[in-house]
């Protein structure tokens, strides 16, 4: 830090730009939010107020109560935790064989994991379409679990087996010398060594299922079932007209889980984006 | 291993030969149905290579992912340079509003685009109207011109896009070895070209990563579009992307679907070869 300050000392020029730079950058943000707080008779003027007048609740108050917001809430807690526990789960045994033991073909599984992450959300949609279609899965909670494994398990495999990789072989050396199992060295030693893996995946595999609207919305027909992402983008019916402050309302309420996670884990988020982690 | 390898065969390996397979037929919404359909072979991909549609949305793809990478990599340097010459509260400052853009979902971040490019009442609107460069804005219809649909689509990928960039950079940026630095501040090397000669070369293997992956997620952009413009005004703005789904989910002609999904494919996995390349190169050790 001192070393820095000292090559690069403050300058105004670029506290101005930076300044600059912010209010533009923060504007959208402000604007959700402040647009949530405003009263809806207020929020349709020619001229918009950029302070927020008379806040209120009662915008949080009509997203919640509207139609549909606990069953689609209900929907999402549901698929997400799935897609967690699963990704994770499964994510933790691969990356433990992965990384400890080696066999044939190793190297080739992990760049195929690589590729398979790289593929394009898109792509897969109509052929799992397809084949949920087939298997009767379509429409229902297990089909999108199993559709958000998919786009996130090579991720949760790749960034988990970094941290195996970071585990001296020592320690397991050591346990198996006292006379424990393959399985006991994996359960009580390596797996609470990568507990803090397990959880930065999690976070990930959270994002991605909480943040998904494609493959919901492709393939939840019923709208009791769909997840909070399509009940957002599907807020202002034709029918009821827009009502903008209770979708900005809505639009916070849906961000802020995501923004919590982002603030706390930044860091390790620069990192595990440059792996793949969260698909664009 | 083997649970991980079997679910992820199944959820990722068999739709992908299905796309294959689907790609070579005409699968429709009867097929979806009765489960009938008939293979038609390459006729497929010779129909599709003279739709001037396809052609049209995939010259459209490479400018706007061109035009989106472009813009979010050039300020996201930029913005990392200036971090660096930053006071330790501006950097915290700049930081959290980095991350809030970054942080919020893409349907959220469109549904505030929509709002604040409303005609008659969207804040953009009024801005630009008070400017009086542009005429009055007011009610200016964003969705309805391709040309306006596209910047307020950029503004709001680039918006999103930059903070990655500009974290990642800088995190490289603060292990350019300063001994460099101050051998060339002696020599009387001017600030611009310290940054152009010791700087830049050592940023250029994560500026070529950050590029390479905004050039897959750019590429793949969907939600925004989808949210902000349905690809309209009459497909103007529908992307390889965006035509993939209306063929696929709304024409329901799923055979033509997976063969242009097949085709992205193949032009993603060009890119990604280079990336993987270079991740096997730097050391990452399999």
Known sequence: ?280 | MAPAGIVLAAVTLIPLLVMVYMAFTDYNQRSLFTGEYSFVGFAQFTGILTDPEFWASFVRTIVFTAALVIGSVVIGVGMSHLMTRLSTTMRTVTTIVLVFAWAMPNVAASLVWNWMFQPGYGVMNWILTQLRIFGDMTNTDWGADTGLAFIAIWLLVVWQAVPFIALTIYAAETQVGSEYIEAARLDGASEASIYRLVTLPFLQPTILLVTILSVIWDFNVFNQIWLVSKGGPDGSTSTLGVFTYITAFVGLDIGAGAALALITALLLGAITSVYIRNLIRSGEDL
């Open chain 1, 1 to 280: 830090m001192s070393t820095r300050r000292r090559l690069h000392r403050p300058s105004p020029v670029a506290t101005t730009i930076a300044l600059i730079f912010c209010v533009v950058w923060a504007f959208p943000t402000y604007w959700m939010v402040k647009s949530a707080f405003t009263p809806r008779k207020d929020a349709l003027t020619t001229t918009p107020s950029f302070l927020p007048l008379n806040p209120t609740l009662a915008n949080f108050e009509t997203a919640i109560f509207q139609a549909g917001f606990f069953d689609n809430l209900r929907s999402s807690v549901i698929v997400v935790t799935g897609a967690v526990v699963f990704a994770v789960l499964l994510g933790l045994f691969a990356a433990a064989a992965l990384s400890r033991f080696r066999f044939r073909g190793r190297r080739q599984i992990l760049v195929l994991i690589l590729l398979i992450q790289m593929i394009p959300g898109a792509a897969t949609l109509i052929p799992q379409y397809l084949v949920f279609n087939q298997a009767g899965l379509l429409g229902t909670y297990t089909g999108l679990i199993l559709a958000y494994i998919s786009s996130t398990l090579p991720f949760s495999i790749w960034m988990m087996r970094s941290f195996f990789l970071a585990l001296p072989a020592e320690l397991e050396e050591a346990a198996q010398l006292d006379g424990a199992s393959t399985w006991q060295v994996l359960t009580r030693i390596l797996f609470p060594l990568v507990l803090p893996g397990m959880i930065a995946t999690s976070v990930f595999t959270f994002i991605n299922a909480w943040n998904d609207y494609l493959i919901a919305y492709t393939f939840m027909k019923d709208q009791s079932m769909y997840t909070l992402p399509v009940w957002l983008a599907s807020f202002s019916s034709p029918l009821t007209g827009t009502d903008v402050s209770g979708q900005m309302a809505a639009s916070v309420l849906f961000s802020l889980p995501v923004v919590v996670f982002f603030v706390i884990l930044q860091r390790k988020l620069v990192v595990g984006m440059s792996a793949g982690a969260v698909k664009g």
